[in-house]
Every structure is written in structure tokens, then in C-alpha cells.
């Protein structure tokens, strides 16, 4: 299932493969969004429903940021691929297990289920990218990824609401199209050798099997906690400030009297777009150095929140939400690279992982923090004026106290 093949190199075929596995994380986070009130009103008479319906939607986020680290130990002691095809059918299977399970409780366990398999997904796909490709593709294929999952998301969550109405159980079935996906995943995808000298267009299968022990000594490799401490920190930050208007911005334009769900949609699709615009744009802009990245990226989002925090004028919130919508579309490709660009082979998994657990661990904080300084604030306008206040000193610490590299981020990096 995994034999090494000499001179063999990814291409299209595997790199549309690994995008669709990238899709699954996000088609868990935001597919039932629109069917929680129906949800809500099919278990209101268990008690504590009203806390339990929401974390079917947040739950499997932590589960991911709990899970992506051991998921990357797994995939670099044993084995990426067979992890990702495994994770892969545990994935359909428990994200259909909804349809035929009546209890909140049992859904719930069910949706942990589904954030361990995705932290498992999420963190093989990017870290097999990166294990295929290196130099300028690696490059643009990372930023290829958030683009292709920023407009997936988007789809996603029109089809949960179209689907939403022939019934709460019905977006379910959709997660069963991860079984169909690890079939090729399984004829096409490989396990990389372990490289010493990387090709350009791959990872580098050229010598020795997939635990070649070289000078990586494979499992006895540590974790690459120092290169990751300050990244990481940083991504927490950025997920937080990513998910903010992904979850508030409905909100937001409830509460100026917006409340038509076609507009709304709008909107967020507009968002959405900036997003994938600025994920676009990200293999142009990786010549520059994560620094100057990210101080701009950091503070253009809290721009973005701060100009919607301060305003009831409709054109100026939706203004708002494109400038941070494009900001976090380039900062998610920045963050990741930054992180995993420049680790060895034998650590790239762990490494992914622990990125990809704090991307997710922010995402998870984002509504949560939201909502405890809405309660101390008075109101959601002055809790995004918080978080943008907050993204504005995490630029002013990028440029000023953190350790940053200011080399190109598309500069020769570890094989």
C-alpha cells in the first residue's frame, strides 16, 4: 500500500486528492450552520439543550486542535498515507452516524469522532503537500489550499441550507462523499521516502523505504518545539481573528436590522471571496518575509473588525468584513508556511500538527471570547472592537518583540 517508488512525482491527480481531504474540516465546521434552529426545536424537550445544540457545530474544532499533534507524531513515526485513507472512512462514518441516532448525547460522541478523524485529515493532506512538492509549488499549492477550502466553505454552507430543507438529519448524508474520496485517495496517493535531496517538483521518494533512518532516525525524532513555539502562538491569535466574522458577522448585521437571509448569505459570500482572493494572492506575496506578512495581515484585519465595531452603516460593515475577509486569506497560507516551510522530513508531521491544533484551538476560542466580552463590553460592536484592538498588538509585537524571520518565505527551504 505504501512501497516507495523510485523518480515517482505528484501531479494533478494528487494534488486535487489532498485538496478535497482539506475540504473535509470545513465542511464539518459549517455544513449544519443553518440547520441549528431546526435542530434546537427537534431536541428542545432534553434538558440543556439550548447549551448542547450549538457544540454540535464547535465540538469536533476542539477535538481537532486536541488531536492534530498526535495525528502528525502518528504520521511520521508510522505511516501518512494509511493514516489519511483510515481517518478518511472513520470520517464517514461517523459523520453520517447522525442520521440514524437519537439522542443528543450520542450525536454529540459522534461529532468527537468526526473532529479526531479531521484533525487526522487536515494534518496528512497539508503535511503530504509539503512532502510532495517543494520551492515555489509547495508555495503556491499551501496557498492554493486555503483558497480551494475558503470557497468550499462557502458552498458548503448554501448546500447545508439547501439540503437543510427536506429535514435537520438530511446535510448528514453529505459526509459519507469521504469514503468515495479514499478510494483514489488509496491507488493514487503514496508514503514518501524519507529524502535527503529533494527534487524540485516532490518531497524526494528517492532513497531508501518510508522509515529510511538516514540521518533522521524516523520515530526517535524530537518535536520541534523551539522552531514551533512562537509560530504557533501566533496562529492561536490568528484563529481567532479569522473565525470572528465567520461566526459573528450574521449577528452583526441582525442587530443594524439586516435580517433578510439572502442578503445576509450575500455578504458572507463577499467575505468569502476576499478571502480567496487574498489566499490567491498569497504565492506573489511569499517573496516578502513573514514579518512584513504578517504585521500587515494583522493589522488590516483589526483595521476590518474596527471599522464594523464602529459603525451601523450597512456599506461600511460589509467594507469592513472584505478588508479583514482578504487580511485572513493571506494570513492563513503565511502562518502555515512560516511554521512548516523550513522542517525536515522526519518532523514535518508533528509539525503540521501542532500548527494545525492551534490554528483550530483559536477557531475554537473565537466565539467563546466573543461572547465573554460581549458580556463584559455591553454588546458585540465593542467585543470586535477588542479582538481588532487585539489583532493591532499582535502586528506591533510581530514587528517589534517576537522573533520573525524577514527572508523570503519562498526561499529554498528543508527537505
Known amino acids: 500500500m505504501s512501497q516507495p517508488a523510485i523518480a515517482k512525482q505528484a501531479g494533478p491527480p494528487q494534488l486535487v486528492l489532498l485538496l478535497i481531504g482539506s475540504c473535509m474540516p470545513v465542511l464539518g465546521a459549517v455544513l ?35 488531536g492534530a499533534p498526535f495525528a502528525g507524531a502518528v504520521a511520521d513515526k ?17 459523520g453520517t452516524a447522525p442520521l440514524y441516532l437519537d439522542s443528543i448525547q450520542a450525536i454529540l460522541a459522534s461529532r468527537v469522532l468526526v473532529g479526531v478523524c479531521e484533525a487526522a485529515i487536515m494534518t496528512c493532506c497539508t503535511t503530504l503537500i509539503a512532502d510532495y512538492w517543494s520551492g515555489p509549488r509547495r508555495i503556491r499549492y499551501l496557498g492554493l489550499q486555503t483558497l480551494v477550502t475558503t470557497v468550499a466553505a462557502t458552498a458548503f454552507f448554501a448546500l447545508g441550507g439547501l439540503l437543510g430543507a427536506g429535514g435537520w438529519r438530511t446535510p448528514f448524508w453529505l459526509y459519507a462523499v469521504a469514503a468515495l474520496a479514499a478510494i483514489p485517495m488509496a491507488l493514487l496517493l503514496w508514503q514518501p521516502a524519507a529524502a535527503h535531496h529533494g527534487g524540485p517538483h516532490d518531497g524526494g521518494p528517492h532513497d531508501g523505504g518510508p522509515h529510511d533512518g ?16 512562537v509560530p504557533s502562538l501566533v496562529t492561536i491569535g490568528g484563529g481567532v481573528v479569522f473565525y470572528t466574522l465567520i461566526v459573528q458577522l450574521s449577528y452583526v448585521l441582525d442587530g443594524v436590522g439586516v435580517s433578510d437571509p439572502a442578503v445576509i448569505g450575500g455578504v458572507t459570500a463577499l467575505m468569502s471571496l476576499a478571502t480567496a482572493v487574498g489566499a490567491g494572492l498569497f504565492a506573489r506575496a511569499s517573496g516578502r518575509g513573514a514579518r512584513v506578512l504578517l504585521i500587515a ?11 464594523i465595531s464602529a459603525t451601523e452603516a450597512v456599506p461600511v460593515i460589509v467594507a469592513g468584513a472584505v478588508l479583514t475577509g482578504f487580511a485572513t486569506g493571506l494570513l492563513l497560507p503565511t502562518l502555515l508556511t512560516w511554521a512548516v516551510n523550513r522542517l525536515p522530513f522526519a518532523q514535518r508531521g508533528r509539525g503540521t500538527g501542532l500548527w494545525t491544533g492551534a490554528l483550530f484551538l483559536g477557531e475554537f476560542l473565537s466565539p467563546l471570547l466573543v461572547s465573554a466580552l ?16 487585539a489583532s493591532l498588538v499582535l502586528a506591533a509585537l510581530v514587528a517589534t518583540v517576537l522573533t520573525v524571520p524577514a527572508t523570503p518565505l519562498n526561499a529554498a527551504p528543508a527537505e
Open 32 to 66: 449544519l450552520s443553518p440547520v441549528l434552529p431546526r435542530i434546537s426545536e427537534h431536541f428542545a424537550a432534553t434538558p440543556g439543550s439550548d447549551v448542547l445544540v450549538p457544540v454540535i457545530l464547535t465540538v469536533p474544532a476542539l477535538f481537532i486542535a486536541l
Open 78 to 94: 508510522f505511516d501518512r498515507k494509511r493514516l489519511l485513507i483510515a481517518a478518511m472512512v472513520g470520517y464517514a462514518i461517523s
Open 214 to 229: 538516514g540521518p533522521h532516525h524516523g520515530d526517535r525524532e524530537p518535536w520541534p518545539w523551539r522552531a514551533l513555539a
Open 297 to 307: 495581515e494583522f493589522a488590516l484585519s483589526g483595521l476590518g473588525l474596527l471599522l
Open 374 to 389: 460581549a458580556a463584559v463590553t455591553g454588546g458585540l460592536g465593542l467585543s470586535l472592537a477588542v479582538i481588532g484592538v
